[in-house]
């Protein structure tokens, strides 16, 4: 997919997301702040997102995982 900009790919990927087939994903991105930033702006378009990368605390991480 051409993507504008990062709004734009975004919007893509939740539709993508969106999609009924699809009950669980997961999305790499290339660095740790990426990862929350994508997280939230994943929530802002309506999807139920978490992140999880290295500086999270095990327990937090352990967390994410149950709630998924």
Request: proline content about 1%; some cysteine.
């Amino acid at each position: 997919y051409w993507c504008d900009d990062r709004r734009h790919k975004n919007r893509i990927l939740a539709r993508l997301l969106e999609d009924p087939a699809i009950n669980q994903a997961i999305v790499f991105t290339a660095t740790k702040s990426m990862t929350e930033t994508l997280c939230g702006d994943l929530r802002e378009l309506g999807l139920d997102a978490r992140f999880l990368h290295g500086d999270l605390r095990q327990s937090r991480r352990d967390r994410v995982l149950r709630q998924a």
